[in-house]
């Protein structure tokens, strides 16, 4: 069976798209994002919409995401250093989970507090319009292990991913795609790769005819047509626009359909309140709130069934990869996954979401991580147009 056969399964209609440059792009970020993740942790985790706006394929079975879990990619990685030394441009701001001092010494909110504000304040906000339903995220992901021995040090990838979903099913629906470049994961791996020399280039060995070259230099951005019409929540229903909007807005309604979904579908069947339902649970809410043009209720209710899930405990607050402060949640699921929501608490927005997946076998070192950092998600009449630079 070859790679488009696998890919059919997971995205109908998808004939000779794993060889398109959307399809590279795709499988490129399934390598460094999801090798080390069982098929429960790919239904929370998945960027996969780690090229989520781009490519929306399924989290669970034999989508993309499965393919690389499965080791058909990317079994080894090693690296060697090709160009001038150069210095190697950040991402911005924070480390990832940085905790902000300057808040003092405020009494800390609790997960609960956190997640019941942001539901008061997302049921106060006011129905938005527009031509499209916008969203542009930074992804990062890895770590991509680089070298062996002392001189060893891992690095992350990035890129824009944007869309433009038209409200009107007769438009035209647009993604956008630009590739950031790669960057050492942390000061430490940024000393060990200046003591490299300060390589701009990597080449990356995956299970396949050709390498991977990952570079410091950010890519071009593209603009490409989306073939079929935006869906959403793709493992609880592949839901139209329209019934997005249907979505129950009482808690108590909205988790039933939630586990309902977990309960009976594909790859799933958890009863509802078991360890793994609430893990999904989490993920797929998680999921709605980050990019979903789900109305004001909903949302609401959503952060509210958040706040009820055991578990989840206050980061306090923490910085994302671009330095921005906000209220940071965790679920973790006990199963080696951990999931990280920062809300920014003027808008009720998710500024980020973070998954970390450590390997069940402790002989295996490491483990993967990728955050999806909102820089938009609003109703807008902007035209689409491929991604530009993200402004530090």
Do not use: C
């Not at 807005?249 to 977990?262: M, S």
Request: no cysteine; hydrophobic share 35%.
């Amino acid at each position: 069976m070859n790679i488009d056969d696998l890919v059919r399964r997971g995205r109908p209609d998808s004939t000779g798209w794993a060889r398109s440059d959307a399809g590279r792009r795709a499988l490129d970020g399934a390598v460094a994002a999801a090798s080390a993740e069982d098929p429960a942790d790919r239904a929370v985790a998945g960027r996969a919409r780690a090229s989520r706006p781009a490519l929306r394929w399924s989290f669970l079975g034999t989508g993309i995401a499965g393919v690389a879990a499965a080791g058909v990619l990317a079994v080894s990685v090693v690296s060697a250093p090709q160009d001038a030394p150069t210095d190697v441009p950040p991402l911005a701001g924070g480390q990832p989970g940085a905790v902000d001092s300057a808040g003092g010494g405020a009494t800390p909110l609790t997960a609960r507090d956190i997640l019941l504000a942001a539901a008061n304040r997302a049921e106060q906000a006011p129905a938005e319009t527009g031509r499209y339903w916008h969203v542009k995220t930074i992804d990062v992901y890895g770590p991509v292990p680089v070298g062996t021995g002392a001189g060893a040090y891992s690095l992350l990838r990035s890129s824009i991913n944007e869309s433009w979903d038209a409200g009107d099913p007769r438009e035209a629906s647009w993604s956008g795609y630009r590739d950031l470049g790669s960057r050492p994961r942390s000061a430490d791996d940024e000393r060990a790769w200046r003591a490299a020399g300060s390589p701009t280039k990597w080449n990356i060995d995956v299970d396949g005819p050709t390498k991977l070259v990952l570079s410091t230099r950010p890519g071009k951005g593209s603009l490409d047509r989306d073939p079929e019409s935006p869906r959403y929540l793709e493992d609880i229903g592949e839901l139209t626009l329209e019934q997005v909007r249907q979505l129950p807005d009482e808690p108590g309604a909205l988790r039933t359909w939630v586990t309902d979904q977990i309960r009976t579908g594909r790859d799933m069947g958890f009863a509802a309140g078991s360890a793994e339902s609430n893990r999904l649970l989490f993920g797929f809410l998680s999921r709605l709130l980050l990019d979903t043009p789900a109305p004001p209720k909903v949302r609401a209710a959503a952060f509210r069934i958040l706040a009820d899930i055991p578990g989840v405990r206050s980061l306090g607050t923490v910085q994302d990869e671009r330095g921005r402060s906000g209220q940071g949640v965790e679920f973790r699921s006990g199963s080696g996954t951990e999931w990280q929501l920062i809300v920014d608490t003027s808008t009720h927005r998710l500024l980020a979401s973070k998954i970390i997946s450590i390997p069940k076998d402790a002989s295996v070192s490491g483990g993967k991580e990728h955050s999806t950092l909102v820089l938009t998600a609003e109703w807008s009449d902007a035209l689409p147009k491929a991604p530009t630079l993200p402004q530090e």
